[in-house]
């Protein structure tokens, strides 16, 4: 007999993550962002910055879309942006409105964290990221 697929592992495990980003994105929202604008955020968290191609890299945006997501934070006050002569943009790096906009979003990612796990007990909380991490290596395969 089968399972059904609501009762599978899997199911519950997209389900829960898909939760998870609709709880994350109300703070994206409420400071009139878009869903995936965090990740480049998180791109930026080093002082340093980062160049386009690895944010690209890390987001999975090509070229135009990256773009065009970046000149729209830039406009927000986000992030400044390094455009040598040729107008290619070699280095994005936060502003200080940016830094504390990740701020915010990173205490309710913690915030967030907290909650799913908070009532698990330190051996429950380490398998679970253990079995998860697995996951993760088996998928990426």
Not at 30 to 53: Q, R
Not at 66 to 75: P, S, V
Not at 77 to 88: F, H, I, S, T, V
Request: a positive charge.
């Amino acid at each position: 007999m089968q399972k059904a697929i609501e009762k599978t592992t899997l199911y519950k495990l997209i389900n829960a993550g898909h939760l998870a980003r609709q709880t994350m994105l109300v703070p994206l929202i409420e400071l009139g962002l878009s869903a995936g604008d965090d990740a480049i955020l998180f791109a930026l968290i080093d002082p340093k910055g980062a160049s386009t191609k690895d944010i690209g890299q890390i987001t999975g945006l090509g070229s135009l879309a990256l773009k065009a997501r970046l000149d729209r934070l830039e406009k927000f006050g986000l992030l400044k942006q390094d455009k040598q002569k040729n107008a290619e943009v070699q280095n994005i790096c936060l502003s200080k409105k940016g830094f504390e906009v990740c701020d915010i979003l990173i205490a309710n990612w913690q915030q967030l964290d907290d909650v799913l796990i908070g009532e698990l007990n330190p051996k429950k909380r380490k398998n679970l990221k253990k079995t998860l991490r697995r996951f993760i290596k088996l998928l990426s395969l």
